[in-house]
């Protein structure tokens, strides 16, 4: 089944110039883009954004860092896109993530991870709206 999924290229990425290399390994794999841009989060965006972590030790430390420079949101469309792309993003710590993965290959560490993916079809379509209008899914 065709699904969206959102991913963030962060900071780390983009202040490395590896924005290209990114989406060229997510078009590798199949991905349709379906809307992006690049932007600077707000503190406010970056607290609401990631709502789910408020009561984590590290929630304070991810908002400074999601708004230290540009991010770029991206919608992306494939068949299972959610696990795929999960599959390929690699695990949460670069350290821990399978070879070959966009944050073995580009991460730095836990909080410098390269990108950010939807953990859940829900989820998904939550942080897709967070960042796009329906008509700018195009
Ligand atoms: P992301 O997929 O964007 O979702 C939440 C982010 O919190 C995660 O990637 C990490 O970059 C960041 N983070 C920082 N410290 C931790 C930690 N100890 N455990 C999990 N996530 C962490």
Redesign the pocket.
Known sequence: MTERTLTIIKPDSVEKNNVGAIIAHLEREGFRIVAARMMRLTEAQARAF?EV?RERP?YD??VAYMTSGPVWPMCLERENAVVHLREVMGA?NPAEANEETIRALYGES??R?AI??SDSPENAAREISFFFPETDLV
């Open positions: 990631y972590h590290f430390d991810l949460t836990i909080e991870n950010h993916g």
